[in-house]
């Protein structure tokens, strides 16, 4: 068991911070955990930064499994969070609960994430009566690009923020221990934390939340392409990785590796 759990998280609710960073292999979760950050969270956008496509929407419950059971080795103190990919938890209340369950009970994950506004309220009470802890997610939510047509703020104008609220409220009625707001404008996302008892977690949606969450590739410089405006690069290490990696490519072709100091 973790040293972090739902209800901990949820109670840092006006208190501290909560901290959140992405994970989806054993060695990268382990250093995460070492941080001390509160959540990981095993996303389903590994979809892109592991597996090369091009959204979220192909990303199957066997490999979310799998990445997930990898991230839990790796973690002794953060709540590890497992993201439900599309078409796991739509079609009725029974294959979500069928579904969440597999994460906590194959993969080792303390609770899950699910996407989506007040009408997954009737899903999220089944799983909270089941036993199954729950993270929501409003905003931008990626599992529907196709609707949506690309990554914009959610939120711009009067009724979609009400709705937001609304929606954080249901959430919260509902029983998530925590919201993730992501790309909502930050009065937006202020209001939202200010109007529900449960940490909101922002990406994209300003100082206000009661946290945050990256993904730790788009942080550290490791996924290729646009950066979104919300990240801050801590590092560049895609380019020095790069750079070690070229670095040996020389050494064997010139004959400086393996030396002798490499040798039995």
């Known amino acids: 068991m973790t040293g972090w759990t739902p209800d901990r998280i949820a109670a840092l609710k006006g208190a501290h911070k909560v901290v959140c960073l992405t994970a989806?292999?054993?060695?990268?979760?382990?250093?995460?955990?070492?941080?001390?950050?509160?959540?990981?969270?095993?996303?389903?956008?590994?979809?892109?930064?592991?597996?090369?496509?091009?959204?979220?929407?192909?990303?199957?419950?066997?490999?979310?499994?799998?990445?997930?059971?990898?991230?839990?080795?790796?973690?002794?103190?953060?709540?590890?969070?497992?993201?439900?990919?599309?078409?796991?938890?739509?079609?009725?209340?029974?294959?979500?609960?069928?579904?969440?369950?597999?994460?906590?009970?194959?993969?080792?994950?303390?609770?899950?994430?699910?996407?989506?506004?007040?009408f997954r309220a009737p899903v999220l009470?089944?799983?909270?009566?089941?036993?199954?802890?729950?993270?929501?997610?409003?905003?931008?939510?990626?599992?529907?690009i196709r609707r949506f047509g690309s990554y914009k703020v959610q939120g711009r104008d009067r009724e979609q923020a009400r709705r937001l609220i609304q929606d954080a409220g249901a959430l919260a009625a509902a029983g998530v221990f925590a919201i993730v707001l992501e790309c909502v404008p930050a009065a937006v996302a202020e209001a939202i934390t200010q109007s529900v008892p449960v940490p909101t977690v922002g990406i994209g949606a300003g100082p206000k939340c009661d946290g945050q969450i990256l993904v730790t590739h788009d942080l550290l410089g490791l996924y290729p392409g646009a950066t979104p405006r919300f990240v801050k690069r801590y590092a560049e290490l895609g380019a020095k990785m790069k750079d070690a990696l070229e670095a040996y490519k020389h050494d064997v072709e010139e004959g400086r590796f393996p030396g002798p100091e490499h040798c039995y």
Request: hydrophobic share 45%; charged share 15%; net charge negative.
């Open 125 to 144: 009470e089944a799983l909270r009566e089941n036993g199954i802890p729950v993270m929501g997610h409003i905003g931008l939510t990626p599992q529907s």
């Open 24 to 118: 989806y292999d054993y060695s990268t979760a382990r250093i995460v955990d070492e941080t001390g950050v509160h959540l990981i969270l095993v996303g389903d956008s590994l979809g892109m930064t592991m597996l090369g496509y091009d959204t979220t929407l192909p990303v199957t419950m066997q490999d979310m499994l799998h990445h997930t059971s990898a991230v839990v080795r790796g973690v002794t103190h953060a709540l590890v969070v497992a993201d439900m990919p599309f078409l796991s938890y739509q079609a009725s209340a029974e294959e979500a609960i069928r579904n969440a369950g597999r994460f906590l009970k194959e993969a080792g994950a303390g609770a899950v994430k699910i996407e989506g506004g007040a």
